[in-house]
């Protein structure tokens, strides 16, 4: 058994590399960009998360061309009991067939989860699934995600998805009328929220919603705002978690990052200190975020925030990237190469351990 499901296994390992570009350095919370093994990887317990606030706020192990994800056996990990397993995808900006490049990208990501073994519990969809917010692009969207061969799709809503229509088409199709939302897996608690709810901009300029969406999707445009959970969410986020005692394990999706990262460009959520003023009890938080289409990490006192690379296009790291401690930068995307500085990430969460592993596609495009 175990040895048909390896035959079927992505080769990670075994793929013709291309030439290696200089190692992009992520590393405050210790973790590095490996050139050789073409992944953001890092493992830490459970009990880490508390571990790594207490002492150095960093991770624990490093991925290296000869140990760490790529050569864990799957077929062992599967075997773990309570093991909950689900993979990210972020900001595909699928523009319908007028640019079938941004099909290309997400179809990549769809078909390397398909190919895991094991295959993820689910997904999670970490917004800008869409790049105008209109209907034939979400359905051109829907399309290439009804290939993915999991149980269940989660979604929380970008920017680009909600200004159009101010999230009609989103709450109706994607998440069913259903955001904020929360689930169980294995012990663990899982929330989504409705992270980009921008101040109003629109009314008193009798803006068209082409014009706010238009503005709405530009990160630096200086009409806006910043995003905001706002009260009625955070007293929503208050009351879901109320249940929890402070050791059970917490995570949150939310579209932009869950702290001050770079105003200027709106990587940024205004009242995110007040989020964290509820989370602050638990001993074990991971804040997921997309939007900065980036590998980029923060620990704030026991939370520990991820942000990831999409399938749409890279942005450079901010200015404020340094300030936050980090060293490197990514390497310069190349637009000639249909899969650059772009990728997936996926978790483990197990009993004893949390494992990250971003599939970034720089050095190795995909081959599914
Ligand atoms: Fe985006
Ligand atoms: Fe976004």
Known sequence: MNRLIKKKMIPWDQRAGDPLIPATG?????????????????????????????????????????????????????????????????????????????????????????????????????????????????????????????????????????????????????????????????????????????????????????????????????????????????????????RFGNDAPVVIFTHPPLYHYYRPWNFWTEDAPEAHEILKRFKSVHVLHGHVHQTVQNRIDNIQVIGHVSTAWPHPYPPAYHTLGLTGQMPRSDPSKLYDGLGWARYELGEREVKHEDIVWTLRPPKV
């Open 26 to 242: 992520i590393a405050a919370g210790g973790t590095l960009f490996d050139p050789l093994a073409n992944v953001m990887s890092k493992r830490m317990t459970r009990r880490g998360f508390l571990t790594a606030t207490a002492l150095t706020g960093a991770t624990v192990l490093l991925a290296s061309a000869k140990s760490g994800l790529l050569d864990l056996p799957y077929a062992e990990a599967a075997a773990q009991a309570g093991t909950v397993r689900f993979a990210l995808i972020a900001d595909s900006h699928t523009m319908g067939a007028k640019n079938p490049r941004m099909k290309s990208r997400l179809s990549a990501a769809v078909n390397e989860v398909n190919a895991l073994i094991p295959r993820p519990d689910w997904v999670i969809y970490m917004g800008d699934a869409v790049h105008d917010g209109s209907e034939d692009q979400f359905k051109y969207f829907e399309e290439i995600m009804a290939g993915l061969q999991v149980k269940k799709v989660y979604y929380v809503p970008g920017e680009h998805d909600w200004y159009l229509d101010m999230g009609n088409y989103y709450m109706k199709n994607m998440v069913k009328g259903r955001l904020p939302w929360s689930f169980d897996d294995k012990g663990v608690h899982f929330v989504g929220l409705n992270g980009i709810l921008y101040p109003d901009f629109w009314t008193v300029r009798k803006l068209s919603p082409q014009e706010r969406m238009n503005i709405a999707g530009t990160l630096n445009h200086p009409m806006l705002g910043p995003f905001t959970l706002g009260r009625e969410q955070l007293d929503w986020l208050e009351k879901d978690l109320s």
